[in-house]
């Protein structure tokens, strides 16, 4: 995968959710960005309910998206929905960064997000 394209209007309403005091996610489908409930009240782990009812409903989700207080890179949360979902992880932090993930070959490796 070269890169991840996605809206410059998603990548900013992405990075200023992370300036929020909770965690924050959702997903990319049909080139929009759908928050989802927070199954967690410290870290983001998506209400998988509410992802298997969207790709029953709707379709295929593109990429997952979150946000941290600080740092971009994945924890091992965010590594096991990595490798048990297989697409790109977003990770927004700070009101400031925002960086692509993808699981290959047994650890993220960084992805370009290319704003369109």
């Given at each position: 995968?070269?890169?991840?394209?996605?809206?410059r209007?998603?990548?900013?309403?992405?990075?200023?959710?992370?300036l929020?005091?909770?965690?924050?996610?959702?997903?990319?489908?049909?080139?929009?960005?759908?928050?989802?409930?927070?199954?967690?009240?410290?870290?983001?782990?998506?209400?998988?309910?509410?992802?298997a009812?969207?790709?029953?409903?709707?379709?295929?989700?593109?990429?997952?998206?979150?946000?941290?207080?600080?740092?971009?890179?994945?924890?091992?949360?965010?590594?096991e929905?990595?490798?048990?979902?297989?697409?790109?992880?977003?990770?927004?932090?700070g009101?400031?960064?925002?960086?692509?993930?993808?699981?290959?070959?047994?650890?993220p490796?960084?992805?370009s997000l290319?704003?369109?």
């Amino acid at each position: 995968m070269d890169g991840l394209k996605i809206s410059r209007e998603i990548i900013e309403v992405m990075i200023k959710l992370s300036l929020l005091e909770r965690e924050v996610g959702g997903f990319i489908a049909l080139g929009r960005l759908y928050i989802v409930k927070n199954a967690s009240s410290q870290l983001f782990y998506p209400d998988l309910k509410e992802l298997a009812r969207f790709t029953m409903e709707e379709g295929k989700i593109e990429a997952f998206f979150h946000t941290h207080k600080s740092g971009c890179h994945p924890s091992s949360l965010d590594m096991e929905m990595m490798i048990a979902w297989r697409i790109p992880w977003i990770i927004s932090c700070g009101g400031r960064d925002i960086k692509a993930w993808i699981y290959s070959e047994g650890t993220p490796s960084p992805l370009s997000l290319i704003s369109i």
